[in-house]
T-cell receptor, first 110, second 113 residues
Framework: RKEVEQDPGPFNVPEGATVAFNCTYS??????FFWYRQDCRKEPKLLMS???SGNEDGRFTAQLNRASQYISLLIRDSKLSDSATYLC???????????FGKGTMLLVSP | NAGVTQTPKFQVLKTGQSMTLQCAQD?????MYWYRQDPGMGLRLIYY???????DKGEVPNGYNVSRLNKREFSLRLESAAPSQTSVYFC????????????FGQGTRLTVV
């Protein structure tokens, strides 16, 4: 069973806020984890990979909890340009394809 | 760098018509994919090609066929379009390892009336 679950939102936050998204996945034998970003009417693009030790890229922090089978994305100091849909993506062991969550919409307002 | 190029960007079909969506990548990737994206459904895999010469069904293959023409090109064909196939279609490619990034084309917005 390959399932990736996300809260669809939307999350409405003011500029400068900190916001966190969670994602759960169904299979403990999962291989790789990613967050993608998709702007309205555009293609998805890789935001960051998620490593077991957690990783940070500027204002973005991703964490993985294998025991509880969830992934998180933290965005600090939100910008208007962060408004987008964030897709949680998992590569399940034994499969050569990626499984996408349905996405969480973020709206950052002035 | 072109990356992944899809054509056409927009298309309107009548029920029963056929068409082929074209996809080409210039990154020397081994694997290529076709997804559809519908509101509330997320991205769903239609077909994929793990390497040149191979194709496999994804989650929602019914009503579609694919051809991996060569390493660069992967086409998706609708033989007899149905309104349920109204969607946004994305082609993607990757090196072939599931642990690596997938690069997407800009999408094709298809409406079947």
């Amino acid at each position: 069973r390959k399932e990736v679950e996300q809260d669809p939102g939307p999350f409405n936050v003011p500029e400068g806020a900190t916001v966190a998204f969670n994602c759960t996945y169904s299979n403990s034998a999962s291989q790789s984890f990613f967050w993608y970003r998709q702007d309205c009417r555009k293609e998805p693009k890789l935001l960051m990979s998620v490593y077991s030790s957690g990783n940070e890229d500027g204002r973005f922090t991703a964490q993985l909890n294998r025991a509880s089978q969830y992934i998180s994305l933290l965005i600090r100091d939100s910008k208007l340009s962060d408004s987008a849909t964030y897709l949680c993506v998992v590569s399940f062991s034994g499969y050569s394809t990626l499984t996408f969550g349905k996405g969480t919409m973020l709206l950052v307002s002035p | 760098n072109a990356g992944v190029t899809q054509t056409p960007k927009f298309q309107v079909l009548k029920t029963g018509q056929s068409m082929t969506l074209q996809c080409a990548q210039d990154m020397n990737h081994n694997s290529m994919y076709w997804y559809r994206q519908d509101p509330g459904m997320g991205l769903r895999l239609i077909y994929y090609s793990a390497s040149e010469g191979t194709t496999d069904k994804g989650e929602v293959p019914n009503g579609y066929n694919v051809s991996r023409l060569n390493k660069r090109e992967f086409s998706l064909r609708l033989e007899s379009a149905a309104p349920s196939q109204t969607s946004v279609y994305f082609c993607a490619s990757s090196t072939g390892s599931a642990a690596t990034e997938a690069f997407f084309g800009q999408g094709t917005r298809l409406t079947v009336v």
